[in-house]
C-alpha cells in the first residue's frame, strides 16, 4: 500500500513540477518574499515594528540602524556611515517596490542577490558568520539571484 501512495506521489509531484502554473507561482512567490523583507527592513528603521528593544523590532529607529550599519562597516571612517545608511535604505526600497510590481524582475533580482551578498559579508565581517547564517541573508541572495536567471528580461511582469 505505500508503495503504491508513494507511486502516486511521485507521479503528481513530478506533474506539479513540471506545469508551468508552478514554475509562475513559485518565481511570484520568491519575488513578493524577497520585496517584504526588505520593505520590513526598513519599517523597522522608521519604528514601525515599534521603538528599540521591542520584541521582534531590529533598531525601532534609524540612529540604532546606523550604529549597526557601522558595526558591519567598521573598515569606514564614521563620516560616511550616514551616507551609507540613506544609501542602503533608498536601494531596499527601490528594489522592494520594484519587485512588488514586477518591474525589470531580473535586473531588479539581480541587484538585490548583490546586495544581499553584500549584506551577508557584512555581517559576517561584523558579528560572524552566524549571524548571516541564522537570518538568511545568504539563502536570500541566492534566491534572489536564482529568481535572476528565472525571470523575464524586460519589463513588468508576473514572474
Do not use: Q
Amino acid at each position: 500500500m505505500n508503495a503504491v501512495l508513494c507511486r502516486l506521489l511521485e507521479v503528481d509531484l513530478r506533474r506539479l513540477v513540471e506545469d508551468r502554473r508552478y514554475e509562475r507561482l513559485s518565481t511570484v512567490y520568491l519575488r513578493l518574499a524577497l520585496a517584504a523583507s526588505f520593505l520590513a527592513a526598513v519599517t523597522d528603521r522608521f519604528g514601525v515594528w515599534g521603538p528599540p528593544g521591542a520584541p521582534n523590532v531590529a533598531w525601532g529607529d534609524f540612529d540604532h540602524f546606523l550604529a549597526y550599519t557601522a558595526k558591519l562597516n567598521p573598515e569606514l571612517p564614521a563620516a560616511v556611515i550616514p551616507a551609507l545608511g540613506w544609501f542602503v535604505t533608498a536601494a531596499e526600497v527601490g528594489l522592494g517596490a520594484a519587485l512588488v510590481v514586477g518591474f525589470r524582475t531580473r535586473e531588479t533580482s539581480l541587484l538585490a542577490g548583490v546586495l544581499l551578498l553584500l549584506f551577508a559579508l557584512g555581517m559576517t565581517v561584523g558579528t560572524g558568520v552566524k549571524s548571516p547564517l541564522n537570518a538568511s541573508v545568504f539563502s536570500a541572495s541566492a534566491g534572489a539571484f536564482l529568481l535572476a536567471s528565472r525571470a523575464r528580461a524586460r519589463g513588468p511582469s508576473a514572474d
